[in-house]
C-alpha cells in the first residue's frame, strides 16, 4: 500500500505521517518546503543519532540537513556515479557495474544509449531509466550490496562503540525502480542481509523496498519495520 503512486510524494508521506495532501509534496520535485514535522528531527530532538544511507527524492535538501548523518544526495540522483560507490568499487576490487538491455520502455525519454541486446552503463544524474535488463557483473555491484555495505560499517562503528545512545538507522535503496534484475536477485538479496550484524542498545532501522524480503531480515537484525 501507498498513499501515492508517484514516488517523491509517499516518500514525504513516509518522512511526515501525512497525505501529500497534507504535507504538499504533490509531484515528483515539486519541491515543497518542509513545513510540517518530519520524524528525523523529532528524533534528533529526542536525542537519537540519525543514520541515512540511499534515495532521498522526498523533497528539497537532503536527509542531511534533518539532522542525519550518512550517504544522501538531492532529489532522485544515481549512486552509480559517485565517489563514495567509486571507493567502495576500488575497496572491493569490483569493475564497474554493465548491464545488458533487453527491453526499452523509454519512449517518451530520448535514451539514444538504451539500445535492446547492447550493454549499457548508468552513467546520468540519475538511474531511473525506464528499461529492463540483466546486470553482467557481480551481485556486489549492485547499489542494495553498495548501501548495504556502508550501513553494516556504521553499526560495526556502533557495536564498537556502546555508549548506549539511541539511534535510528535509514536504508533507502533505489531497489525496483532501477533498470535492471540482477540475476537470482532474491538469493543475492539474502546473502546481502546476512552481511549484518547484532548491536546492542536501543536501535530503530528503517528498510524501504524489498518488501519480500521483510520477514527474513527481522530474522537477521532486531529490526523495526516502518
Known sequence: YSVCPLCGPARRSMLTGLYPHNHGELINDADHPFDTEVY????????????YFGKWHAGPGTALEHHCEGFNYPSYNNPYNKPEYKEYLRRKKLPEPRILIEHNFSSFVPYEELEEGKEYQQDRSWCNEHASGIMLTPPETHEAFFLADMACEKLRELKEKEDGKPFHLRIDFWGIS?????RNMRICILHLISLSIPVSGKMCITIINLKFISQKITEVFPVMIR
Not at 532501477?178 to 540482477?182: A, C, D, G, K, S
Open 40 to 51: 528525523l528531527d523529532t528524533l534528533y530532538e529526542e536525542g537519537y543519532d540519525n543514520y
Open 178 to 182: 532501477h533498470i535492471f534484475l540482477v
